[in-house]
């Protein structure tokens, strides 16, 4: 049945180390690889949500507020800070400017600022 094998116990013993080695290997990859989607899912379910609105900050002494944007928008710089919706329309309305993707001031209703 296993003609392919060699027939001494040498030979089938090296083999069968060889192969063992080769399993370890493999289930070691597979135990990484597992630990890794496990750690990712879990970051997944304890990600903070995204604030609903976002105002951009400026470079500077004070970093003074830039631009709004909507708290999903990919056009969001890396200095931010979340702004609730009452802040976001005043910061609109009081002339600072909306991002042009995101359009926050349609979404806010902010039109004639």
Same mark, same amino acid.
């Given at each position: 049945m296993? @003609? @392919?094998l060699p027939p001494d116990l040498e030979r089938l013993q090296t083999l069968r180390i060889w192969h063992a080695l080769w399993v370890r290997r493999?289930?070691?990859r597979i135990a990484a690889i597992r630990q890794r989607q496990a750690?990712?899912?879990? =970051?997944r379910r304890n990600r903070p949500a995204l604030p609903d609105w976002v105002v951009e900050l400026g470079i500077g002494t004070g970093r003074p507020p830039?631009?709004?944007?909507? =708290? @999903?928008?990919?056009m969001l710089g890396t200095r931010h800070r979340a702004v609730d919706r009452d802040e976001a329309r005043r910061l609109l309305a009081g =002339?600072?400017?909306?991002?042009?993707?995101c359009q926050p001031d349609v979404q806010l209703n902010v039109l004639d600022a």
């Open positions: 296993f @003609d @392919d493999i289930d070691t750690e990712e899912e879990r =970051g830039v631009k709004v944007h909507a =708290g @999903d928008c990919h =002339g600072l400017a909306a991002c042009g993707h």
